[in-house]
């Protein structure tokens, strides 16, 4: 059996259309690789700012819980009362108490 010879238009027209589909897909193909590469490079850039609001929280609870150290202190509460609020140090008070001879016997 013979197979029959392609004519040359036909050759041309499969070719063409073997092109045609080829440009497309390279195309198709490139617009999925930007796609992909401009999502990738967005996840990466909100993952740098995610780390870098992270550094800045950690660095104001650090900063926070210093002063919150440094204000505890005694001598520095004593001070602002004194200052901000107008306390006074209460002057400590002597009790005398008078116990009878005879219970003291008795004990």
């Known amino acids: ?17 073997i092109f045609f589909l080829s440009t497309i897909g390279t195309i198709s193909c490139l617009i999925f690789y930007l796609w992909v590469f401009k999502e990738i490079d967005e996840s990466l850039l909100a993952i740098e700012i995610q780390n870098t609001t992270a550094r800045e929280l950690a660095n104001e609870i650090s900063e926070l819980t210093s002063n919150i150290e440094q204000l505890s202190r005694p001598d520095i509460i004593t001070a602002r009362a004194r200052k901000k609020l107008g ?19 008795n004990l």
């Open 1 to 17: 059996m013979r197979r029959k010879r392609r004519s040359k238009r036909t050759r041309d027209l499969i070719q063409g259309f």
């Open 87 to 105: 306390m006074v140090i209460a002057q400590p008070e002597t009790l005398l108490i008078v116990v009878d001879k005879s219970v003291v016997e």
